[in-house]
């Protein structure tokens, strides 16, 4: 009778919300699928121009991306309300114009999926994308589904899916069951759509509660197995060192939603991206199948800490996105290099990872600052992140990004003599500014000097805005550890390391000399195009690929070795045989054993306070 009754109330409040003007009303069809497509039709509030430009998004926040979600879109049509069809143009980047949009009652389109598309020239990554799947799976990340219209951005949305009876549907939101085959929910904003994906699946679901947060996991794949609760179980572990870091855990629910791939190419055609989207109330991965978690534990508590930022607390471009044009923030270091930090420091705060397992993280991280261009400035490269240089710098912002809010961490703590860190400065901005009330973008560091001290404001400028280099001895001095530069060993090898970036969304290898006189001769700049005649994406998609790489990690002396380059345009073949070879590595961090008490004071506030 309960559930009887909450769909009565669930379908009155929808029919009410239906007769009113100011709200989309949105019908998403998952029964009829038809070459794999999946039909919308949108009833949208009533226009008062004479053109109305429906939008689709160019990228969606937390993505750092550009997605261009237009291009998945099939039989665009308009009509009034006697179905008599209005004319439809395309604008200069490709938006969808109606014209006489006074008159405008419905339009409808049909839709790709973008996990298995190979025609439109789309690369999104996979836990922002969608999948249609007949019968089986549907991914309904939002800002690849609907189109909004320009300007009605900010009023709310109805949303209708017509589903198959077998098929569950989980979200952050509240899904109404209106039948066996009707369900229906509610978002305040596109924003609010946008940021609460949905999936439906076979029913695999299972929940905890965490210090009075209700958490629900549902798990996405083929076959019947029931995975959920094994993996709901891990997750519990996660959410109570999450819980045990912070001083109060922002949200009352949360989501995590898995799609765990089993490895069918026609459904999914690049597998290289796996990995999780944050959410304010949820988070969606794309893994592979597994019936008992491996390795989910760094990933799930870097998007679940995303509640902090930038969902609990970000400036103005993130609050009122810009689907069409999007004008980046200048802080990725703080919504991602802060939040990988904190996923790295919670399970250090709670006993359950050592000091030296995080040593050793902050230690490999500190080295991928070796790949930054000279006078880069960690807030110009934010604002500039959607550029071809700023695509192939994104990853930095999970490895220098951390080392950085790990030293800005030290520095606030060594300026208040251990009594405030980075979280409790997060905290207290968030007394402020929450998920309504962003900050303006260019007024961070002021609000971060007023609940900290000048001298906190003078090392944002210098090595966060400004272009300085991480002042690593000085920092790391604080906490009693010894930073040193650089350590020159003779080892068997071929003396080279490679540099891993991308260019166009692609892999790209930067082959490194550490000795001059290396044995396949390669010079630095040297472009890695193949390894004993297999490509470089197949060398890193295979296990075969993967032995071959130990050719050029680990080899003995005389092992030899053919490598094909590209340098200055030229195409080039290298052969050698491996050497004792210098090697030259950078960047490690020590324990200083006879630092005063005050230094490992210090260091124990920033890890256990």
Known sequence: MRII????????????????????????????????????????????????MVVFPVTVPGTYESHN????????????????????????????????????????????????????????????????????????????????????????????????????????????????????????????????????????????????????????????????????????????????????????????????????????????AMGALEHSQSSFYFLGFSKRPIGLGDIAIHEFLHILVPLNLHSEEIDAFDFRNPKMSQHLWLYEGTTEYFATLAPVHDSSTKEDRFRKEMESHLRSQQRLPKGFSFTEFSRDVLSEEGQSLYPMVYTYGAVNAFFLDIVIRNSTSGEMGLRDVIYRLMQDHGPSRPFQDDSLFALIERVTNPTVRAY????????????????????????????????????????????????????????????LGAKPGDELVSMEGTPLEELFNSAAGATIMN???TPKIGDPLTITVRRNGEVLELKGTAAMV????????????????????????????
């Open 5 to 52: 009754l909450l769909a009565l109330l669930a379908l009155q409040f929808t029919t009410a919300l239906a007769q009113r003007a100011d709200r989309y009303r949105i019908d998403v069809d998952i029964v009829n699928v038809v070459n794999d497509r999946v039909r919308i039709s949108v009833w949208p509030p009533a226009v008062s121009a004479d053109t109305a």
């Open 69 to 272: 979600w237009w291009k998945l879109v099939r039989n665009f049509k308009a009509f009034d309300a006697d179905l008599r069809p209005l004319t439809v143009r395309r604008s200069v980047d490709s938006q969808f114009v109606i014209e006489r949009a006074r008159t405008l009652r419905f339009f409808s389109y049909e839709l790709e999926d973008s996990f298995d598309d190979s025609v439109s020239n789309i690369s999104v990554f996979a836990p922002a994308g969608t999948s249609f799947e007949l019968d089986s799976i549907f991914v309904l990340n939002h800002g690849g589904v609907i189109g909004y219209i320009d300007g009605l951005q900010k009023v709310p949305f109805q949303i209708n899916v017509r589903r198959p009876r077998h098929l569950y549907g989980g979200s952050a939101l509240y899904i109404a069951r209106v039948s066996d085959t009707l369900d229906t929910y509610l978002a305040s904003s596109y924003d609010h759509l946008v940021d609460s994906p949905v999936l439906y699946s076979l029913p695999d679901t299972a929940s905890f509660v965490v210090e009075g947060v209700r958490v629900r996991v549902q798990c996405a794949h083929s076959g019947t197995d029931t995975v959920a609760p094994t993996y709901a179980k891990e997750l519990a572990k996660y959410t109570k060192t999450i819980a045990k870091f912070l001083p109060s855990m922002p949200v009352s629910d949360y989501a995590f939603l898995f799609y765990l791939w089993r490895g069918n190419r026609e459904v999914i055609r690049d597998a290289s």
């Open 460 to 519: 944002m400028d210098r090595h966060i805005k400004g272009s300085e280099p991480l002042p690593s001895e000085e920092v790391l001095n604080m906490i009693g550890w010894k930073y040193i530069p650089e350590k020159t060993t003779t080892v068997p090898g071929f003396g080279l390391k490679p540099d891993f970036t991308q260019r166009n969304k692609e892999l790209v290898v930067i082959l490194r000399p550490t000795d001059e006189n290396n044995p």
């Open 551 to 553: 050719k050029l990690r």
């Open 582 to 609: 210098k090697n030259i590595e950078r960047h490690f961090i020590d324990v200083d054993t006879a630092a005063a008490p005050s230094k490992v004071a210090l260091r124990n506030a920033v890890f256990y306070k």
